[in-house]
């Protein structure tokens, strides 16, 4: 039980508070006297709800050093202090006045907030800015308003009446005496350290990612490659095995084919669609994790969530997908089975191709062991980089309803189109997981690949001739966004090569924005007349 105790002074501030010299509620001496109706601060023992039992449990704080004690908020009072409670504290004070032996203001009430048992008792002074009573509040219930207030609107861990989540920017957070550190160090109290463990800042973004997510915890990295990597480290032991398949980020494949070797781990590699394969697999090996994107890149395979969780799980092989293709807006895996989540931020999350990250969604447990590697390697989000996601994040379903609608009806234009030799969308009927898609997302994303009918110059052409997008890497951003993979990804290997991937030279790969529709059709039709 994490206990952080004190009596409360007639004339309050914050330096006068025996026993909490941390400054985490930022009270001003000459606060209304809303709090308690007569000036006076007084004390209350609060029980938290799961979400922060999980936060301050002793083994979370072990694995997940970002907790301070500014997550722990206290409920403003009225002018009448015995009926401004709300209904379950002013029950839960009476029932301890009853039971105590003392008369009742020898002891602080307790405040029962759903029934949890653990105990913290925290000064009663800071602003109020609600009680954060789980990630998911009832009142939000589409993705669009979690998107916007999730993680905010009940309350930060940041004592400010700002609408928008402020950028904490420290490198370290300081302990006024050595009592105080030296209660953190035994776990008697919780706090915030260094800036690689956490950050105010980066755990609104974390709480606002697993409330879309349905996740129990998420972990956020400087990049999506710093979280896939952490995470295969952090998860496959030396000598273990590992399968992925033939469809994925090259990155991705570079460090399981080339780095993990190293370490003695193998990997078996399967088409989206094998499920047999999966099976031998997971039969053969001790596998420990199967690591998929669904859809993939560049070809927007999906794989069968539901089906290859069951198959895994009946050998204890972990399932992760990576789903920044599909966005936590149009795929929830972690509802189909899946153990994790992996986001590149830096797609649609972000959205405005100004910023980078990654992120990891699962079970506390699991990600804690991640966690703990993060904190050793580093890879941490700056808090800056976190505001960016935070503020992006807030018009990510306006965004991404707009990109699946352009890409879906582009797909449709393309496939129908003379110069255009095939077309990979998962929401295409021709699609080979088109009907895995259609039961496990509910849009189909704002990438649309496809191979124009000619060479690689005809190709170059096509591009080349295009007005709206920009020739670069990435996807999900505002801006539409095209490249050629055979040179953007794989040119340092020959065509040969390439084909080994299924990358041919006429492919292109074209990320829809948030562009008029009609402007984005008539730049690619004027585009393919130009050839």
């Avoid at 990630?135 to 609107?153: C, I, M, N, Q």
Wanted: glycine share 8%.
């Amino acid at each position: 039980m994490a206990v952080l105790s004190f009596q409360s002074p007639t004339n309050f501030s914050p330096t006068s508070i025996p026993g909490s010299s941390r400054r985490r509620f930022n009270a001003s001496a000459d606060m209304p006297s809303s709090f308690t109706g007569d000036g006076r601060i007084s004390s209350m023992i609060l029980r938290f709800p799961p979400n922060f039992v999980r936060q301050l449990s002793i083994k979370a704080r072990r694995n997940c050093s970002n907790i301070g004690v500014a997550q722990i908020v206290a409920a403003k009072w009225s002018n009448n202090p015995s009926s401004g409670l709300p209904p379950a504290a002013a029950a839960a004070a009476s029932s301890a006045s009853a039971a105590a032996s003392a008369p009742a203001a020898a002891a602080p009430p307790v405040v029962a907030l759903n029934g949890v048992d653990e105990e913290v008792v925290v000064a009663e002074g800071a602003r109020e800015i609600g009680l954060k009573k789980d990630s998911k509040p009832s009142f939000l219930s589409s993705d669009g308003s979690l998107t916007v207030h999730a993680g905010e609107r009940l309350g930060r861990g940041i004592v400010t009446d700002a609408i928008t989540t402020p950028v904490v920017n420290t490198s370290a957070y300081h302990f006024k005496k050595t009592a105080d550190l030296i209660d953190f160090k035994e776990k008697r109290s919780v706090s915030f350290e260094y800036g690689r463990y956490g950050n105010p800042t980066t755990i609104v973004l974390e709480e606002k990612i697993s409330a879309l997510e349905g996740s129990e915890s998420t972990l956020v990295m400087a990049s999506g490659m710093c979280a896939s990597t952490v995470m295969l480290l952090a998860l496959v032991p030396a000598g273990g095995h590992i399968v992925t398949t033939t469809d994925c980020y090259r990155k991705t494949r570079i460090f399981m084919e080339n780095f993990l070797p190293k370490l003695g781990i193998t990997v078996t590699v399967i088409d989206p669609a094998d499920i047999a394969g999966l099976e031998a697999a997971v039969n053969k090996y001790q596998v420990s994790l199967f690591f998929t994107e669904s859809p993939t890149n560049p070809f927007l395979r999906c794989v069968d969530i539901e089906l290859v969780s069951e198959i895994c799980h009946k050998r204890g092989t972990l399932v992760c997908i990576d789903g920044t293709f599909a966005t936590p807006l149009n795929q929830k895996a972690l509802a189909f089975g899946a153990d994790l989540v992996v986001h590149s931020l830096t797609k649609y999350i972000g959205g405005h191709n100004d910023v980078l990250g990654g992120c990891i969604c699962g079970p506390l447990k699991v990600v804690s062991e991640i966690r703990n590697l993060h904190h050793v390697l580093g890879g941490t989000l700056n808090p800056n980089a976190a505001y960016l996601m935070i503020r992006g994040m807030k018009t990510m379903h306006l965004r991404v309803k707009q990109q699946n609608s352009t890409a879906s009806r582009m797909a449709e234009i393309l496939e129908a189109h003379p110069k255009v030799s095939h077309v990979y969308y998962p929401g295409l009927a021709s699609h080979p997981e088109h009907h895995i898609a259609k039961r496990q997302m509910t849009g189909f994303g704002g990438v649309v690949s496809f191979e124009i009918d000619g060479d690689i110059e005809r190709t170059i052409k096509f591009v080349d001739s295009l007005k709206i997008p920009y020739i670069a890497p990435s996807f999900g951003g505002c801006e539409s966004i095209v490249d050629q993979p055979a040179i953007m990804s794989y040119w340092d290997l020959t065509q040969e090569e390439r084909l080994k991937y299924g990358i041919k030279d006429n492919l292109v790969r074209f990320s829809f924005g948030v562009e008029d529709f009609e402007d984005v059709k008539a730049d690619v039709l004027q585009a393919l007349e130009a050839i």
